[in-house]
């Protein structure tokens, strides 16, 4: 039987790479000694401060984010910088979301993550913080 621990990451002035990679590791349950590739046994994974996360370079300006919507023409791009402003979570679940493997196994990871814009006070008892570096 799989006990599902729950860990805090702190988005303050953290990479948004760092910061990604620490979460897949414990979505995934890396960590764990029965770790298989095709077993969902990983953990919950709350982020907090999620508009203060920290961009290296010229990402800001540069970087884009892209969808479609499926008709003619209906494409759309956000400059990262107005996104941080809107929907800073939107940032984090799409850096996390292109780390994880592209199977079924992906949707129940995404599920156990949570990310907040700022503190999250009502899950901060129950989670064991990690520092991402």
């Not at 890396?30 to 920290?54: H, M, Q």
């Not at 940032?91 to 780390?99: C, E, N």
């Amino acid at each position: 039987m799989n006990v599902r621990n729950w860990f805090l990451l702190d988005a303050t002035d953290v990479p948004l790479g760092r910061l990604s990679t620490a979460a897949v590791r414990i979505l995934q349950g890396k960590g764990k000694v029965e770790y298989a590739p095709n077993k969902d046994i990983g953990d919950y994974v709350v982020v907090t401060n999620a508009e203060k996360i920290r961009l290296t370079g010229k990402k800001l300006e540069d970087k884009l984010e892209y969808r479609h919507s499926g008709y003619p023409g209906g494409d759309k791009y956000i400059i990262y910088k107005e996104l941080i402003e809107r929907d800073p979570e939107r940032i984090i679940k799409l850096s996390i979301s292109g780390m994880l493997p592209k199977n079924r196994l992906r949707k129940p990871m995404l599920k156990r993550l949570k990310v907040f814009r700022k503190d999250a006070k009502q899950l901060e008892e129950k989670c064991q913080k990690i520092k991402a570096i």
